[in-house]
């Protein structure tokens, strides 16, 4: 490739950090470039996991960096290697394992908070299905279960030769479920889901109140428990304490471990800040990485906003002390200062909906959505627990709270739409 085509493809690289801070990684810099011309930006990854990582939450932001650096529209693919007639990658297909390339146990942050959970997922990816079976891991939102839940996947595939492995939300399975009636597939569905060496249920509170889905749970646990196949689930409270979920389904969510995932310790918080800061090739001191712990305090990806605050910010240049204590500063006083009341309102008017409909029990898209958005803002925004938020909007509980706000999180990841939504929203509501 011609000197020239380097130097473009590094300064879109470049771009794509400040673009996208959020999803900027350190190793952006061993990307290569498989062919370049003809409007097509053909891209070499390290590997189909960081391929898969592109292509899930970087495809908008390199589209947008190679046209403002080109001046041209260009199209963007990701593949794995160097040449583009070897090693492309095939995407998984809906369903199929797709591992984000961060979360692996190396990367973990093993502290006081968490040490039990990390422990028995390293044992269950061992030895499946015959340590702890089932693991149930439960803790409030951002403390670490997906990432362990994915590495628990990525383990067992390199321990496992051939192992099938089904990792999925609980949203997924009840809806494929649901689909699986309506399309005359349970039979498919069935073998899909009871004959795997390893389920992964993340979130699996979302079986509350569906009674179909339940039952179908129930025997697809009973079928691989019986087969000594691993189950793992993830939830934001231990199964007892999940409402509307019957006792059959709660005494089997506790014949293997029920681990607590707590809130990291200050000094856990330091370590966590100074792994994720080097994951992004970002050069942060230990007074920084202390001041960052000392200031945010309730969970990782609370940690990981900070942290890309803060990347944003630096654009470029040397990250201080001063720095940081801006970026998180303007952050604290905006918390202060903005109310639910103001985030209702903001988000009612670019909808053009009624204050009245986002406290209703309406399920309509025009309503859901706005409702969630709400609910995200809420818990971004203010320092208001998920049962405040949820009392302002219809009295819903905390888990639904708690559910808009990871729906929104990760729509926000590859929706450019969305991300124009919530950033004018958030405008209107600094105003």
């Not at 996208?20 to 061993?30: I, L, Y």
């Not at 809906?94 to 390339?101: D, F, K, Q, Y």
């Not at 109310?339 to 053009?352: E, G, H, L, P, W």
């Amino acid at each position: 490739m011609a000197q020239n085509s380097r130097e473009i493809f590094e300064a879109i690289v470049e771009r794509v950090k400040v673009l996208d801070p959020a999803n900027s990684r350190n190793w952006f810099n061993s990307l290569t470039v498989k062919n370049f011309g003809g409007g097509m930006l053909d891209i070499g990854c390290p590997d189909s996991e960081s391929a898969g990582f592109l292509q899930d939450n970087c495809i908008g932001s390199f589209t947008r960096a190679a046209q403002q650096i080109t001046g041209h529209l260009v199209s963007i693919t990701f593949g794995v290697g160097t040449k583009t007639e070897k090693n492309n990658i095939t995407f998984p297909a809906a369903g199929e394992l797709r591992l984000h390339p961060d979360y692996t146990f190396d990367s973990f942050v093993v502290g006081p908070g968490n040490r039990l959970a990390h422990a028995s997922c390293i044992a269950v990816s061992k030895t499946p299905g015959t340590t702890y079976n089932p693991l149930f891991i439960y803790g409030s939102v951002g403390l670490g279960k997906t990432h362990l839940l994915h590495a628990i996947c990525r383990e067992t595939k390199a321990n496992i030769e051939n192992a099938k492995i089904q990792f999925l939300s609980c949203e997924e399975f009840v809806n494929r479920f649901i689909t699986a009636i309506e399309q005359g597939t349970l039979t498919e569905f069935k073998n899909l889901y009871r004959t795997v060496d390893l389920l992964v249920i993340d979130d699996v509170q979302f079986l509350r109140e569906r009674e179909q889905s339940q039952e179908e749970f129930f025997h697809t646990f009973n079928a691989l428990y019986d087969n000594r196949r691993q189950i793992v689930l993830s939830a934001d409270s231990a199964p007892g304490e999940i409402p509307s979920l019957p006792e059959r389904l709660i005494s089997r969510f506790k014949w293997g471990l029920v681990v607590r995932i707590d809130a990291p310790s200050y000094e856990t918080r330091v370590a966590i800040v100074q792994k994720k800061s080097r994951l992004r090739g970002m050069a942060v001191s230990d007074e920084i990485a202390e001041y960052i712990a000392s200031k945010v305090k309730a969970n990782i990806r609370e940690i990981e906003g900070a942290l890309t605050s803060l990347y944003a910010m630096a654009a470029g240049e040397e990250i201080t002390l001063e720095l940081a204590r801006k970026a998180l500063g303007d952050k604290e006083s905006a918390d202060k200062n903005i109310t639910i009341t103001d985030i209702i309102k903001a988000v009612t008017s670019y909808y053009d909906v009624r204050p009245a409909d986002l406290q209703s029990k309406k399920r309509s898209q025009s309503i859901t959505m706005p409702r969630q958005v709400c609910m995200y803002l809420a818990r971004s925004l203010t320092n208001h627990s998920l049962e405040e938020i949820g009392g302002h909007l219809g009295g819903r509980d905390h888990t639904t709270v708690m559910h808009a706000c990871g729906k929104i999180s990760e729509m926000e990841q590859t929706d450019d739409k969305l991300q124009s939504q919530l950033a004018e929203i958030t405008r209107r509501i600094s105003k």
